[in-house]
């Protein structure tokens, strides 16, 4: 059994940040258990334009307020806590907080923890490890 | 994109519920994102002897307070939010809640929706479909 706690990773490595959010993984490919999950808080006020190429990625909205919008479809949908998005098809779109949002993750593949980041600090736009 | 709010899907199907939990499938394995991931409330005061032999779970405390045994080595961990568990050895478990618990959980391979559950609605043991 592997245990983790948030409270503890968000002080390690396992924090990673870019401007607009942060990303605590509590789970990655190495724990072999087949995606990765990580908590995610998007600051209030980011505006992040994203596309996982290569994962698929569900978000649940544990606490916030904000919109995600389709860049294939133009829909917007406003997320607040009990929200869960799903990019099933890579979904390229641009996700919104009007208020701190916290969200609980999964990829599919589970990501290493080391892909690469903007090192410009740059919107993740296309990001790949959120 | 998949959309679900935890809010409705609670008044439908996708809610599922045994002696002690009561679990909200958000995405199943029909939604093909290679996992399923579920809201699950474990009442207060339920003591749930766990052994999911066929998949490998993850579960993080969102809200409450309880703890988990293994029942492979006898360590008890508390869990209280933040706390994340993941069974990676299939390990046979008891998940106690001493307040109602709110747990965000991830299934590899993803639930179908369609497992048999215990009629006589006792403790799910062995359960393969929380």
Redesign the interface.
């Known amino acids: 059994?592997?245990?983790?706690?948030?409270?503890e990773a968000k002080n390690t490595s396992r924090k990673v940040e870019a401007e607009g959010w942060t990303s605590v993984r509590?789970?990655l490919k190495e724990?072999?258990?087949?995606?990765s999950?990580h908590?995610t808080t998007i600051h209030a006020g980011a505006e992040l334009p994203m596309h996982y190429q290569r994962h698929?990625e569900?978000v649940?909205c544990?606490s916030g307020k904000g919109s995600?919008e389709?860049r294939?479809?133009g829909?917007v949908?406003q997320i607040r806590p009990?929200?869960?998005?799903?990019?099933?098809?890579h979904?390229p779109?641009i996700l919104r907080a009007e208020e701190e949002m916290q969200m609980?993750c999964?990829f599919?593949p589970p990501v290493t923890g080391t892909e690469v980041h903007d090192a410009s600090g740059a919107y993740p736009l296309p990001a790949d490890d959120a």
């Open positions: 059994m592997i245990i983790r706690d948030y409270n509590l789970l724990d072999g258990m087949g995606f999950f908590i698929l569900s649940y544990m995600i389709s294939l479809t829909e949908t009990g929200i869960c998005y799903a990019l099933d098809q979904d779109h609980a999964v599919n």
